[in-house]
């Protein structure tokens, strides 16, 4: 049984750093987990007692998020990205290739605890994969020879902080610039322009831009933010979503690495029309690596009058940020369950109404808005409407930025007006010869080459920024079996139809492409997907059937040439799954096989 030492210490240093709130829960294991490499059980113990909550309930948030363990990981916990463009990319064998040198099985701790290996949903590195996180710091580009050198790295005891500094080099990758990449402009401009004009002027030149939340939803900005401000409360909070979790999308990476200020700058902002003091950024856990660079930033804003009590020398003009670490939960990326994560809890979506606005974080008026929203408010508050509304379409004004990657020759971050049509983005990055393209990530919508005129717009493709191009080249079934699994593994339990029918859909996605699928199956598939869509609780569940519907109509050749006949056929060998009947029985008779007709 392994030894943890001084575990009575850090958790006191915990305590006395950030307090012993139970909405603290989360950060302390988070915490743990990197110090032990899981969560001791000693260590639960004391959190029950310091915060008053029964252990089960702790017990219940390590389970949820995929980053904590109760059992140790090792010295070294390597985790590869499992998304479909790092399998394009060939992550797979080099998985197999990276067990094979170490000995160690996927999922497992090896023999001697030093190493454990396993996969994650996505890294957030698609346009520089495979990828891979070790003890939370990321490694890009792997190839043979890279795989190689960790291995050895790892079996010579080599600390994860003197490995070689190329290895955790993430570069921007930014491709092409517009309204927002192209700021050259200085911190604290848009709480200038504040000051100067007033909350009133402020908030209506962000009602007149038309500028629209970049999460994907499009609920407009300015709107948001009066419903928090005329909410009754004494208290109101702003939440900065940059738990970007779905496949493909790698943005927020990008623009919290190099645009932390206006970030910040456009949730201060937000803080002074609505009358909020307190703030978080809500920073995926796969981003560790750049929670330390981030810290300093909010820290050099305080130091500069940006952040903290009386911002700009303006009396009553409180307000600071705090960055808050998610832990592996892609659920959390939906509004509701991303405040259960801020409080501790298991990041399980709420009943709406209410909404966030009036009823968020600690059931007080609450603004949640993406990374790139906050950052077009503060340029909007600096040079207006007009500048804004001068790209985009009518429905769909500024920019967007977009997260490219698979089969183009120059995957990375692309800032177009909306309009733009997929045929000019394939063009600009290299990917005319596409067979389609999947837009807002697993969620979102696939492409076929015969809609590449169809443009990034609300109106139109809306998106939260991912666009994954798949060559003539590719099995389409791939992607959608990749991203049946992803859902299965995504999904919070919290009801039937997403729990159930997402692990009956992947199922039976699995069963077409083993080659066992007939047209029942297909029907079946239909039939649950729409069931999803129209009964589940979250927007989880509404579109994880996408990838199969949408592929069922616009890709039905992918499917009807893998079916096996046209009548119902198990998914499984059924007389192998006797095998361990026959052991116990000892027989092996013919009577003791099934005839399975073919």
């Given at each position: 049984?392994?030894?943890?030492?001084?575990?009575?210490?850090?958790?006191?240093q915990?305590?006395?750093?950030?307090?012993?709130?139970?909405?603290?829960?989360?950060?302390y294991?988070?915490?743990?987990?990197?110090?032990?490499?899981?969560i001791?059980?000693?260590?639960?113990?004391?959190?029950?007692?310091?915060?008053?909550?029964p252990?089960?309930?702790?017990?219940?948030?390590?389970?949820?998020y995929s980053?904590?363990?109760t059992?140790?990981?090792?010295?070294?916990?390597?985790?590869?990205?499992?998304?479909?463009?790092?399998?394009?990319?060939?992550?797979r064998?080099?998985?197999?290739e990276?067990?094979?040198?170490l000995?160690?099985?996927?999922?497992?701790?090896?023999g001697?605890?030093?190493?454990?290996?396993?996969?994650?949903?996505?890294?957030?590195?698609c346009?520089q994969?495979?990828?891979?996180?070790?003890?939370?710091?990321?490694?890009?580009?792997?190839?043979?020879?890279?795989?190689e050198?960790?291995a050895?790295?790892?079996?010579a005891?080599?600390a994860?902080?003197d490995w070689?500094?190329?290895?955790?080099?993430?570069?921007?990758?930014?491709?092409?610039?517009?309204?927002l990449?192209?700021?050259?402009?200085?911190?604290?401009?848009?709480?200038?322009?504040?000051?100067?004009?007033?909350?009133?002027a402020?908030?209506?030149?962000l009602?007149?831009?038309?500028?629209?939340?970049?999460?994907?939803?499009?609920f407009?900005?300015?709107?948001?933010?009066?419903?928090?401000?005329?909410?009754?409360?004494?208290?109101?909070?702003?939440v900065?979503?940059a738990?970007?979790?779905?496949?493909?999308?790698?943005?927020?990476?990008?623009?919290?690495?190099?645009?932390?200020?206006?970030?910040?700058?456009g949730m201060?902002?937000?803080?002074?029309?609505?009358?909020?003091s307190?703030g978080f950024?809500?920073?995926?856990?796969e981003?560790?690596?750049?929670q330390?660079?981030?810290?300093?930033?909010?820290?050099?804003?305080?130091?500069?009058g940006?952040?903290g009590?009386?911002i700009?020398?303006?009396?009553g003009f409180?307000?600071?940020?705090?960055?808050?670490?998610?832990?592996?939960?892609?659920?959390?990326?939906?509004?509701?369950?991303?405040?259960?994560s801020?409080e501790?809890?298991r990041?399980?979506?709420?009943?709406?109404?209410p909404f966030?606005?009036?009823?968020g974080?600690?059931?007080?008026?609450t603004?949640?808005?993406?990374?790139?929203t906050f950052m077009?408010?503060?340029?909007?508050?600096?040079?207006?409407?007009?500048?804004?509304?001068?790209?985009?379409?009518g429905?769909?004004?500024?920019?967007?930025v977009?997260?490219?990657?698979?089969d183009?020759s120059?995957p990375?971050?692309?800032?177009?007006?909306?309009?733009?049509?997929?045929?000019?983005?394939?063009?600009d990055c290299?990917?005319?010869?596409?067979?389609?393209?999947?837009v807002?990530?697993?969620?979102?919508?696939?492409?076929?080459a015969?809609e590449?005129?169809?443009?990034?717009?609300?109106?139109?493709?809306?998106?939260?920024?991912?666009?994954?191009?798949f060559?003539?080249?590719?099995?389409?079934l791939?992607?959608?079996?990749?991203f049946?699994h992803?859902?299965?593994?995504?999904?919070?339990?919290?009801?039937?139809p997403?729990?159930?029918?997402?692990a009956?859909?992947?199922d039976?996605?699995?069963?077409?492409?083993a080659?066992?699928?007939?047209?029942?199956?297909?029907?079946?598939?239909?039939?649950?997907?729409?069931?999803?869509?129209?009964?589940?609780?979250?927007?989880l569940?509404?579109?994880?059937?996408?990838p199969v519907l949408?592929?069922?109509?616009?890709?039905?050749?992918?499917?009807?040439?893998?079916?096996?006949?046209?009548?119902?056929?198990?998914a499984?060998?059924l007389?192998?799954?006797?095998?361990?009947?026959?052991?116990?029985?000892?027989?092996?008779?013919?009577?003791?096989?099934?005839?399975?007709?073919?």
């Open positions: 049984m392994q030894e943890f030492g001084n575990v009575d210490e850090f958790v006191g915990l305590m006395a750093g950030g307090g012993k709130h139970p909405g603290q829960l989360l950060q294991l988070y915490a743990l987990q990197y110090r032990y490499s899981c001791p059980p000693h260590a639960i113990e004391l959190l029950a007692t310091q915060l008053q909550l252990a089960a309930r702790i017990h219940g948030v390590i389970e949820f980053f904590l363990h059992t140790p990981r090792g010295a070294y916990d390597i985790l590869f990205s499992d998304s479909i463009t790092d399998h394009m990319l060939g992550s064998e080099l998985l197999a990276f067990c094979r040198l000995g160690v099985q996927p999922g497992e701790p090896r001697d605890g030093r190493v454990s290996v396993d996969v994650t949903s996505c890294t957030g590195i346009d994969g495979p990828a891979l996180l070790v003890n939370g710091w990321a490694v890009a580009r792997l190839d043979a020879d890279r795989i050198a960790i050895a790295l790892i079996e005891g080599t994860v902080a070689p500094r190329e290895f955790f080099d993430i570069q921007d990758n930014i491709l092409r610039r517009d309204l990449l192209n700021d050259t402009g200085g911190a604290g401009a848009a709480l200038q322009a504040l000051r100067e004009r007033g909350a009133d402020v908030l209506e030149a009602d007149a831009s038309g500028l629209r939340g970049r999460g994907g939803a499009g407009k900005t300015a709107t948001k933010w009066r419903f928090c401000c005329e909410a009754n409360a004494q208290q109101r909070y702003v900065c979503n738990d970007e979790g779905e496949p493909g999308t790698f943005k927020d990476r990008v623009l919290l690495n190099s645009y932390a200020d206006r970030v910040f700058e201060t902002l937000c803080a002074g029309l609505i009358g909020a307190e950024l809500y920073l995926r856990g981003y560790r690596y750049l330390a660079p981030l810290d300093a930033v909010l820290e050099r804003r305080r130091q500069d940006l952040l009590s009386s700009l020398g303006e009396d409180d307000f600071d940020i705090t960055i808050h670490m998610g832990a592996g939960a892609y659920i959390c990326g939906e509004e509701s369950a991303l405040i259960e801020l501790g809890k990041g399980v979506p709420r009943k709406r109404p966030p606005v009036t009823n974080y600690r059931n007080l008026p603004v949640v808005n993406n990374v790139e077009a408010a503060a340029r909007i508050a600096v040079d207006g409407a007009d500048w804004f509304r001068a790209v985009g379409t429905e769909s004004t500024g920019t967007k977009l997260s490219i990657s698979g183009c120059r990375g971050i692309y800032e177009y007006p909306f309009g733009v049509s997929i045929a000019q983005i394939l063009e290299g990917g005319t010869d596409a067979q389609a393209v999947q807002a990530g697993a969620a979102g919508s696939t492409v076929p015969s590449f005129g169809r443009s990034i717009a609300f109106e139109d493709c809306a998106t939260a920024g991912s666009l994954m191009v060559g003539p080249q590719r099995d389409l791939d992607m959608v079996q990749n049946a992803f859902f299965v593994h995504e999904s919070c339990g919290f009801c039937t997403c729990r159930v029918g997402g009956l859909l992947k039976l996605v699995d069963k077409v492409c080659g066992r699928a007939g047209d029942y199956d297909l029907q079946e598939m239909q039939a649950i997907g729409d069931l999803m869509r129209n009964t589940s609780h979250c927007g569940g509404t579109t994880a059937a996408n949408e592929t069922l109509h616009k890709f039905p050749e992918i499917y009807k040439q893998r079916l096996a006949g046209g009548d119902y056929g198990p499984f060998d007389d192998a799954a006797l095998e361990e009947a026959r052991a116990i029985t000892g027989r092996d008779d013919a009577g003791a096989h099934l005839k399975v007709e073919s």
